[in-house]
Nanobody, 118 residues
Framework: QVHLVEFGGGLMQAGGSLRLSCAASGTISSAEDADVMGWYRQAPEKQREMVAT???????HYADSVKGRFTVSRDNAKKTVYLQMNSLKPEDTAIYYCLAQIDGAGYWGQGTQVTVSS
């Protein structure tokens, strides 16, 4: 079993920055065990959507809405994935969830709230 815990959410004014962290624990010796780690978000009354992912080889993928503003990275030794969010917009307001895909199974964190005020 793998457990994911997100940190770093909060309230920020538009144009500001936040950094989210997601630490993995349990039956995972290194973040390299995860084929893909990344971030999704869900705004009120909207479906959960992919924000950014990073593969074990370091390949990244971003939603068009965050390209150029958000950066996903991972520290395999610390079993942690990060999301640096710059130039935040009110439409970035959502609950952000961490995801790890390991051997075909998907694991989710409990989510962290990000609120961007205008």
């Amino acid at each position: 079993q793998v457990h994911l815990v997100e940190f770093g959410g909060g309230l920020m004014q538009a144009g500001g920055s936040l950094r989210l962290s997601c630490a993995a624990s349990g039956t995972i010796s290194s973040a390299e065990d995860a084929d893909v780690m990344g971030w999704y978000r869900q705004a009120p009354e909207k479906q959960r959507e992919m924000v950014a992912t990073i593969s074990s080889g370091g390949r990244t993928h971003y939603a068009d809405s965050v390209k150029g503003r958000f950066t996903v990275s991972r520290d395999n030794a610390k079993k942690t994935v990060y999301l640096q969010m710059n130039s935040l917009k009110p439409e970035d307001t959502a609950i952000y969830y961490c995801l790890a895909q390991i051997d075909g199974a998907g694991y989710w964190g409990q989510g962290t709230q990000v609120t961007v005020s205008s």
